[in-house]
């Protein structure tokens, strides 16, 4: 079943797909080897027409298709994701669409989500590392009823990751921690005061993160919205 269920799936995508929208993913440094060149809107439909299912995003991952991988992430269920499941897609992560999507739409809402955010942070692949922060700002910004204490101790992991300057890996710290700060009023004091020290650091890595996030953190539609609740 799951076999057949795939082939419908990929011959949805392919159905869907566009020489010229593929040409485009490389402006944003989407590698285009395999993939088909499916936009998001369509891929929410055709996931909607066929998840939730396990089975069918194992299948689709192991495609190795751009696409078919971010259907995956849309078509699975949280709760059959295993920590080991978690760990293989992590490796395969070769670009921030999927990274991103997997993290974001999938990772995020699993019972192991923290675990891996911890392990995840110091891992050496570029693509690996931004899924420690893509998965921690998914956390941040999904999870409504988390305490403050994990976040609090999530930022030291943003501290630490912070001079790495490879740029995918810079961008999803920044990411995380905005995304912390603007969960409540404690939460944004103590990501502020984080991105202060790091925007007047010395190093160029740490100045970069603090000042993207403080651009932010600082916005008066961003403090109006912490200050409501």
Not at 107 to 132: C, I, L
Not at 210 to 215: I, Y
Request: aromatic share 8%; charged share 25%.
């Amino acid at each position: 079943m799951a076999a057949t269920t795939a082939d419908a799936a990929m011959a949805a995508l392919r159905a869907k797909a566009s020489p010229e929208y593929r040409a485009g993913l490389v402006r944003f440094a989407i590698p285009t080897e395999n993939a088909l060149g499916v936009s998001i809107p369509d891929l929410r439909a055709i996931a909607k027409s066929f998840g939730p299912d396990h089975a069918l995003a194992l299948a689709l991952w192991k495609t190795g298709i751009y696409e078919a991988r971010c259907l995956a992430a849309l078509v699975d269920e949280p709760a059959r994701v295993t920590p080991a499941q978690m760990d293989r897609w992590c490796r395969d992560f070769d670009n921030w669409g999927v990274c991103d999507t997997v993290c974001f739409c999938l990772f995020d809402r699993t019972p192991h989500a923290w675990s891996k955010v911890a392990q995840w942070a110091d891992a050496g692949p570029e693509f690996e590392r931004r899924g420690a922060f893509a998965l921690l700002a998914g956390i941040a910004l999904h999870d409504k009823k988390a305490p403050d204490g994990p976040f609090v101790d999530a930022l030291s992991l943003i501290q630490r990751a912070a001079p790495d300057r490879r740029n995918f890996v810079k961008k999803g710290v920044s990411w995380a921690l905005r995304s912390i700060g603007h969960r409540n009023p404690v939460l944004h004091a103590a990501s502020v005061e984080l991105a202060g020290r790091l925007a007047g650091s010395s190093d160029p890595g740490l100045r970069w993160v603090g000042k993207d996030a403080l651009r932010d953190l600082t916005r008066p539609q961003v403090l109006r919205r912490v200050a409501a609740g």
